[in-house]
């Protein structure tokens, strides 16, 4: 039975069955790194904008680099469900948004679905539509409300999440509960920075198919080497937790480079890529 969120792999190096079937959780499975983005051109591409009358945030510079990154590098969409190896068939973010967007108000969590091919003024438009949405605190999205129905009646939490769990494992989660799970998506997204808060390794979740958890953190200074010399640079630090049975470690090196490009030079995001490549498996 095949899955409405993605399509089984079926011309993989012997590696990836491999390491599938020995590391059969996600949890065996996860790598983890610390990346400092330099803040300096970051900074000055937004002071750019910003004289133009376009206000971006650095989560938006961020999550179009994310994109971009991933429209080079379609192995990174990929997940695991019961050691079978998926390409999935949207880009979807998840992340949390506090209600009324006060630090000790609830949060709740959605998904942001995105294409390979948007610009940063694409990604910018989607992620406000997004925020503003899911901060109303009058307005409930599909994921809080399975929660509380489940958390309402009596037993129904211990007996229903180890059903989906049964349904998920075995490609029989019906479409509409993928369509409104945040556990169903290409990565995700924690922005710590936003309540001044150090960033974290987030963990990442057997049920479900999140591959990639990033979290950025508030700003650190860190010594860097330039032509030779050890200076000082302001940074933007980022905990990223991989899935290591959907790529190779050189894989994922190639594509953090490909990542810090975009950031180190956010004007390449205006533009659509060039071409996006496809997962051929």
């Known amino acids: 039975m095949g899955r409405p969120d993605g399509r089984k792999l079926r011309n993989l190096d012997y590696e990836y069955p491999v390491a599938a079937h020995i590391m059969a959780r996600r949890t065996d499975a996860l790598n983890m790194t610390t990346l400092d983005i330099p ?7 937004l002071n750019q904008k910003r004289k133009e009358g376009i206000r971006y945030s650095h989560l938006t510079v ?7 990154t991933i429209s080079q590098f379609p192995a990174l969409n990929r997940f695991v469900v019961n050691k079978r190896i998926y390409a999935r068939n949207e880009l979807a973010i998840g992340m949390v948004v506090l ?3 006060r630090i000790d108000a609830p949060g709740t969590t959605d998904k942001m679905k995105f294409k390979p091919d948007n610009t940063i003024a694409e990604v910018d438009r989607i992620i406000n539509s997004y925020v503003e949405k899911n901060r109303r605190e009058e307005d409930v999205n599909g994921t809080d409300r399975v929660a509380k129905r489940l958390v309402k009646t009596p037993g129904l939490l211990r007996v229903g999440v180890s059903f989906m769990k049964w349904l998920d494992k075995h490609n029989r989660m019906p479409k509409s509960v993928v369509e409104i799970s945040p556990f169903h998506c290409t990565m995700m997204l924690t922005n ?9 390794f987030h963990h990442a979740y057997d049920f479900g198919t999140v591959s990639l ?3 950025l953190g508030k700003p650190r200074t860190v010594p860097t080497v330039h032509k030779g010399e050890t200076v000082m640079e302001k940074c933007m630090p980022m905990g990223l937790v991989m899935d290591e049975r959907i790529a190779s470690g050189a894989y994922f090196a190639l ?7 975009y950031l180190a030079n956010p004007a390449l995001l205006e533009v659509p890529p060039e071409r ?6």
């Open 39 to 45: 803040l300096a051109p970051i900074h000055h591409y």
């Open 62 to 68: 961020v999550i179009a680099a994310v994109i971009r």
């Open 99 to 101: 209600k009324g967007g």
């Open 192 to 200: 710590l920075a936003s309540i001044k808060t150090d960033y974290v």
């Open 213 to 215: 958890t990033l979290a």
């Open 255 to 261: 594509a953090f480079r490909e990542f810090r490009r």
């Open 276 to 281: 996006v490549v496809e997962d051929e498996g």
